[in-house]
């Protein structure tokens, strides 16, 4: 019984100082290979107004993701996350259709962001955009 | 743990792994008077693993190219969290291997455990070594710091001693007239991929050469002077009546492992720098030598047997001949007895022979 208990007390320490020593390994590692933080991602995004076509479209990045700003046929712009809701794809912008076609599978989105077709479940999200005194602000 | 009573037991019903537990472990028998300089092999094989892992972490961040190798080392250093840990660990450990591999030469040596029928083990063992700081050069260039990119000039311009082949060797090993991009890229080939894989492999020979011929017991005062081991068939040492490999030599084996990590993690949080030098952060320049470049402490000694004699190719015969003297050893020394303290002559030699690299390697360092 005894030696049983002094077993069951040598097991447990061991298990106990491989679990410390394991986790003393696994914090640095991950924090290792953990995706480092980029910029503010608070931070808004401008362009200037000259830079976007009429009827044309301009790609960035916003916040760490593809994100489109396009001027629509009646002047006024539209900002939308370019990454396509059906299985994360690039969209792209169709100039004489005026609509987002999704090159993997067809998804196809008008330039407000709508699904017109295709196996997109969701419209691309819209994003916040002003213009004032010739400049773009996104977010 | 009825759980994990099931799942082994799945396991036992399909590979019968009890049998291997037995076969390799608790019925793997060391003799009695096994001591702890036979665990540095064990702690070797540690180190090894640290160096693969703590080396397939640098790959994420280091970038093998000469405009961003250096600005990639010090990002690992000073942005990516732990890369100082992990960067450290590499070099640092590099050093600790090198050191604990001299020590597991030197107790096989004076332990005679590289006579027959071992000297397989002993041959592969010192290839090993070389092999090591093989790879421990090759290593050194890629910080792409002045101290990589000189100490590397330094050590492929002394393969140009060789006669008529000399400078072709040495503009193939460089990739080009100097050390340059290419050296970087063939170094950083040879480093991550080439040598890892060889050394890997020549473990493995290393170990089977082991398990063939069964541990050697230590030598003792009263050995017999005349081998028990006659004639030409093969012969296992069984060591009947000796201890159990799991679980007591295996408390000694993570007894060393765990002074060698002590002393790493030492090294690596109280005197971090000490392999380092000052040009180690300043990023290479071929327009300017920095003074007095001197290789990793490993290398000294050959580094002074250069600068000792007038010709560089007396120098490298010289230590060609050594080596070749070390590696063919157990085909030299046949004589039957191993202990120490009964060989005189190569108590002499051995001693003689050590005391001279530590002297040399002073003198390389001090000069």
């Known amino acids: 019984m005894e030696q049983d208990g002094r077993r069951l007390f040598l097991m447990t320490c061991i298990g106990g100082v491989a679990a ?120 | 743990m009825t759980l994990v009573r099931k799942l082994y037991d799945w396991v036992e019903v399909r590979l019968g792994i009890s049998e291997v537990i037995e076969k390799e472990m608790t019925g793997y028998l ?38 961003k190798a250096f600005k990639s080392v010090s990002v690992i250093m000073n ?45 592969s063992g010192f290839t090993l070594l070389n092999l090591v700081m093989g790879i421990s050069l090759t290593g050194y260039l890629l910080p792409w710091s002045q101290l990589s990119f000189w100490a590397t000039t330094v050590a492929t311009n002394s393969v140009g001693a060789i006669p008529v082949i000399g400078e072709y060797l040495v503009e193939f090993v460089r990739g080009g007239k100097l050390v340059g991009p290419p050296t970087l890229g063939r170094f950083f080939a040879v480093h991550v991929a080439v040598l890892p894989l060889v050394i890997a492999g020549l473990i493995g020979a290393h170990l089977f050469f082991l398990k063939r011929t069964g541990i050697s017991a230590p030598p003792t005062r009263n050995d017999p002077a005349t081998t028990t081991r006659q004639g030409s068939s093969y012969h296992y040492d069984k060591h009947e009546g000796g201890i159990p490999f799991f679980p007591n030599f295996f408390l000694h084996d993570m007894t060393s492992v765990s002074i060698y990590m002590a002393c790493l993690l030492g090294v690596v949080f109280f005197s971090p720098y000490l392999f380092f030098t000052p040009d180690s952060f300043v990023p290479a320049n071929p327009f300017q030598t920095p003074a007095h470049i001197k ?3 490993y290398f000294l000694a050959n580094y002074q047997i250069l600068k000792i004699f007038p010709s560089e190719i007396i120098g490298l015969t010289v230590q060609g001949a050594g080596m070749t003297f070390i590696a063919l050893l157990p085909f030299v020394d046949r004589g039957d007895g191993r202990y120490p303290l009964k060989r005189p002559l190569f108590m002499v030699c051995s001693l003689g022979g050590i005391a001279m690299f530590i002297a040399l390697s002073i003198w390389g360092h001090l000069s």
């Open chain 2, 30 to 67: 060391l003799p009695r008077t096994i001591n702890n300089w036979y665990s540095l092999g064990s702690v070797l094989l540690f180190a090894f693993t640290l160096q693969v892992i703590s080396g397939i972490l640098l790959l994420i961040y280091y970038v093998p190219d000469a405009d």
């Open chain 2, 295 to 297: 290789p990793e402490w």
């Open chain 2, 79 to 123: 942005e990516i969290p732990f890369g100082w840990l992990i960067r450290l660990c590499h070099a640092v450990g590099s050093n600790l291997m090198v050191a604990t591999l001299f020590l597991h030469m030197f107790s096989v040596l004076f332990m005679g455990s590289y006579k027959k029928p071992r000297e397989l083990q002993w041959v």
């Open chain 1, 20 to 139: 410390v020593t394991a986790g003393a390994v696994a914090y640095p590692v991950i924090s290792y290979l953990a995706p480092r933080k980029g910029k503010d991602n608070s931070a808004s995004v401008t362009i200037p107004e000259k830079e976007l076509p009429p009827d044309g479209a301009k790609f960035f990045q916003y916040h760490g993701k593809a994100a489109v700003i396009v001027r629509k046929k009646d002047g006024s712009v539209t900002a939308l996350s370019a990454v396509c809701t059906h299985l994360g794809c690039i969209v792209q912008w169709e100039a004489k259709k005026g609509e987002f076609i999704c090159p993997c599978h067809g998804g196809q989105f008008s330039a407000e962001g709508k699904v017109l077709g295709g196996p997109p479940p969701k419209p691309l999200e819209q994003l916040k955009a002003t213009v004032a005194n010739g400049v773009i602000t996104i977010g």
